[in-house]
């Protein structure tokens, strides 16, 4: 997990040494917290393949495409940026680039590239890669890169220039609070890619059929083999650059496999039996492995998830959608009732297993200090306000039927998909489904595979109605720009949008571009609570829950050290004798 992350306070995160979760059946487990101050790794040893789950098969193996999870999570560790996060200091570190330099105005600011660097093919990493990945990729209006949102400033662009062979000028319009977290993004390999740009064909390559020898990146790691359905494989980078305080080689692990696993519940069963070395759990599962007694598992509850899970409604005015229809999904009124409909309490106790929280903001309890419970309005769980808000617009049961009709006939009706195999949200949305049937709603709710699912809500002609869906969440409010600004190629209830809908969302997006430039911490804090409240106010989307953070492992490894944003040192983690 690579996360494009700003630097926090670690006060802002919250550990305890561990808690006893029940299961239903009686049996208890050990819920382990770590702090980051035990983050110490000590010199390992090389060897050994490492098992692991992938949810779906990728929709794309090229970076700058990605925007779903089944993508980014195979190719997330091929790639290298500028700079990462270290997750136990908070504090931005050089990766690719060895030192910078910042002008006194903060606009100018000089990177001087590592000059140990290598693509996994041996071809050597300079300027001119850094340069074609940010003027050529993520500036060329072409190519719908979401890491463009990211890297606009109001706007406006940032100049790159290179200066020598190592050396690159990033000159900004303005001061840009986040600019280090966001040279976390992936570089590109300008020698493999640069040709793609000019004819034309770069957002189709690198798909998941072209030949893997042609996917090349500075990352620890390289694929090897992906067997669709199956597995993705894994070998170390010959040419990694980072080595560990003896000059040995990083990772430690040799080798790595991505089992491919479309349910969860297969999943568990299958770390369970050993068949995999570590899994994130559902609160769900927690029974399950109270029930399997194995004292060699470990549990880690990691805090809440940054994670979120909402309803959305399609908005946009150019979607193929019954224009009566959008008018009701373009009514906060409308949003507002269906608020009020989902009994989210009711959905963490029987989808979670008590281990989570309702959620009705943007963000969860893992973004402090932004996240500030009595700063948002709440929707309680109130069949009754939801049909009074619902008949306050129009909407009746005019022939007795039990649906209701709007003010032109029209019943009631929509249709609901989610992501088939994915259990929560199959569940969710029967929920969902039932009590909007008690409202008189008719949902008609349609698990469909993951990258179909994606395809219809980033691709014209933008066919669906409504979907419940998750989006993984940033340390940075900035590096949500690409959800919450009406531009935003993941807006996605009316997306890139040349010109604000809506007045709420043209002061959201001033709110958002204004908090990008605003480099007084506090000041910061203040700008995003008011975009995050209108969009609570406004319910674009439907928050629903956030559950725990939960990680099983085996007790096999030295230096695992998880966290709710990704791992720490991960490269350094090993087997035991």
């Given at each position: 997990?690579?996360?494009?992350?700003?630097?926090?306070?670690?006060?802002?995160?919250?550990?305890?040494?561990?808690?006893?979760?029940?299961?239903?059946?009686?049996?208890?487990?050990?819920?382990?917290?770590?702090?980051?101050?035990?983050?110490?790794?000590?010199?390992?040893?090389?060897?050994?393949?490492?098992?692991?789950?992938?949810?779906?098969?990728?929709?794309?193996?090229?970076?700058?495409?990605?925007?779903?999870?089944?993508?980014?999570?195979?190719?997330?560790?091929?790639?290298?940026?500028?700079?990462?996060?270290?997750?136990?200091?908070?504090?931005?570190?050089?990766?690719?680039?060895?030192?910078?330099?910042?002008?006194?105005?903060?606009?100018?600011?000089?990177?001087?590239?590592?000059?140990?660097?290598?693509?996994?093919?041996?071809?050597?990493?300079?300027?001119?890669?850094?340069?074609?990945?940010?003027?050529?990729?993520?500036?060329?209006?072409?190519?719908?890169?979401?890491?463009?949102?990211?890297?606009?400033?109001?706007?406006?662009?940032?100049?790159?220039?290179?200066?020598?062979?190592?050396?690159?000028?990033?000159?900004?319009?303005?001061?840009?609070?986040?600019?280090?977290?966001?040279?976390?993004?992936?570089?590109?390999?300008?020698?493999?890619?640069?040709?793609?740009?000019?004819?034309?064909?770069?957002?189709?390559?690198?798909?998941?059929?072209?030949?893997?020898?042609?996917?090349?990146?500075?990352?620890?790691?390289?694929?090897?083999?992906?067997?669709?359905?199956?597995?993705?494989?894994?070998?170390?980078?010959?040419?990694?650059?980072?080595?560990?305080?003896?000059?040995?080689?990083?990772?430690?692990?040799?080798?790595k496999v991505g089992v491919?696993?479309?349910?969860?519940d297969t999943a568990l069963l299958k770390f369970t039996n050993g068949e995999l070395d570590y899994i994130g759990l559902r609160p769900q599962d927690i029974q399950h492995i109270a029930r399997t007694d194995r004292e060699n598992i470990k549990v880690y509850d990691l805090g809440s998830t940054p994670s979120t899970t909402f309803l959305v409604f399609n908005q946009n005015p150019n979607a193929k959608v019954a224009k009566h229809k959008l008018k009701w999904f373009q009514n906060k009124v409308f949003r507002t009732a269906i608020s009020h409909a989902i009994d989210r309490e009711g959905i963490c106790y029987l989808v979670y297993n008590g281990l989570a929280k309702p959620l009705y903001t943007p963000i969860t309890e893992a973004n402090r200090p932004y996240y500030d419970e009595r700063y948002y309005p709440t929707y309680e769980y109130d069949l009754k306000r939801a049909r009074e808000l619902l008949e306050s617009i129009g909407f009746k049961d005019r022939d007795g039927d039990g649906i209701l009709e709007d003010s032109e006939g029209h019943d009631l009706k929509f249709t609901l998909i989610t992501n088939a195999g994915n259990k929560e949200r199959e569940t969710i949305g029967n929920i969902i489904k039932e009590d909007l049937k008690k409202i008189g709603i008719e949902?008609?709710?349609?698990?469909?595979?993951?990258?179909?699912?994606?395809?219809?809500?980033?691709?014209?002609?933008?066919?669906?109605?409504?979907?419940?869906?998750?989006?993984?969440?940033?340390?940075?409010?900035?590096?949500?720009?690409?959800?919450?600004?009406?531009?935003?190629?993941?807006?996605?209830?009316?997306?890139?949008?040349?010109?604000?809908?809506?007045?709420?969302?043209?002061?959201?997006?001033?709110?958002?571009?204004?908090?990008?430039?605003?480099?007084?911490f506090k000041k910061r804090v203040e700008i995003y609570k008011k975009a995050y409240r209108i969009i609570t106010e406004q319910q674009p989307m439907i928050f629903i829950a956030t559950p725990k953070s939960l990680l099983a492992a085996y007790d096999k490894f030295e230096n695992l050290f998880p966290t709710v944003w990704g791992w720490y040192e991960e490269e350094r983690l090993f087997f035991k004798n």
């Amino acid at each position: 997990m690579k996360p494009v992350l700003v630097a926090l306070l670690v006060a802002f995160l919250s550990f305890l040494p561990f808690h006893m979760s029940n299961s239903p059946e009686g049996g208890k487990v050990e819920l382990i917290k770590v702090s980051p101050e035990e983050f110490n790794p000590k010199p390992g040893r090389e060897g050994g393949t490492l098992y692991f789950v992938l949810s779906g098969d990728p929709k794309t193996l090229n970076p700058a495409l990605a925007q779903e999870t089944t993508s980014t999570a195979v190719i997330g560790d091929v790639f290298s940026g500028l700079t990462r996060l270290d997750l136990k200091t908070m504090e931005v570190k050089p990766d690719l680039a060895r030192r910078w330099e910042v002008s006194e105005d903060g606009r100018v600011w000089t990177f001087y590239l590592r000059e140990d660097v290598r693509w996994s093919d041996g071809t050597p990493f300079t300027a001119d890669d850094v340069v074609f990945t940010f003027n050529e990729v993520y500036y060329n209006d072409d190519i719908p890169s979401s890491t463009r949102d990211i890297l606009t400033i109001k706007g406006r662009k940032i100049k790159v220039e290179k200066i020598d062979r190592y050396a690159v000028r990033f000159t900004l319009p303005e001061p840009f609070a986040p600019f280090l977290n966001a040279l976390s993004a992936e570089i590109l390999p300008r020698h493999r890619l640069q040709k793609h740009v000019r004819e034309g064909s770069f957002n189709t390559a690198w798909n998941v059929n072209t030949p893997l020898e042609e996917i090349v990146g500075t990352g620890p790691w390289v694929i090897k083999e992906y067997i669709k359905g199956q597995r993705v494989v894994y070998e170390r980078n010959p040419y990694y650059y980072r080595k560990d305080e003896r000059e040995r080689r990083l990772p430690y692990i040799k080798r790595k496999v991505g089992v491919i696993i479309g349910d969860p519940d297969t999943a568990l069963l299958k770390f369970t039996n050993g068949e995999l070395d570590y899994i994130g759990l559902r609160p769900q599962d927690i029974q399950h492995i109270a029930r399997t007694d194995r004292e060699n598992i470990k549990v880690y509850d990691l805090g809440s998830t940054p994670s979120t899970t909402f309803l959305v409604f399609n908005q946009n005015p150019n979607a193929k959608v019954a224009k009566h229809k959008l008018k009701w999904f373009q009514n906060k009124v409308f949003r507002t009732a269906i608020s009020h409909a989902i009994d989210r309490e009711g959905i963490c106790y029987l989808v979670y297993n008590g281990l989570a929280k309702p959620l009705y903001t943007p963000i969860t309890e893992a973004n402090r200090p932004y996240y500030d419970e009595r700063y948002y309005p709440t929707y309680e769980y109130d069949l009754k306000r939801a049909r009074e808000l619902l008949e306050s617009i129009g909407f009746k049961d005019r022939d007795g039927d039990g649906i209701l009709e709007d003010s032109e006939g029209h019943d009631l009706k929509f249709t609901l998909i989610t992501n088939a195999g994915n259990k929560e949200r199959e569940t969710i949305g029967n929920i969902i489904k039932e009590d909007l049937k008690k409202i008189g709603i008719e949902v008609h709710f349609q698990p469909i595979d993951f990258n179909s699912l994606v395809a219809r809500l980033t691709s014209p002609p933008y066919e669906w109605e409504a979907v419940i869906i998750g989006l993984t969440g940033s340390l940075d409010p900035h590096f949500g720009r690409n959800v919450w600004h009406s531009s935003g190629t993941l807006h996605m209830w009316n997306p890139i949008q040349k010109k604000p809908a809506t007045e709420w969302e043209a002061e959201v997006d001033r709110l958002i571009d204004r908090g990008a430039v605003e480099l007084n911490f506090k000041k910061r804090v203040e700008i995003y609570k008011k975009a995050y409240r209108i969009i609570t106010e406004q319910q674009p989307m439907i928050f629903i829950a956030t559950p725990k953070s939960l990680l099983a492992a085996y007790d096999k490894f030295e230096n695992l050290f998880p966290t709710v944003w990704g791992w720490y040192e991960e490269e350094r983690l090993f087997f035991k004798n």
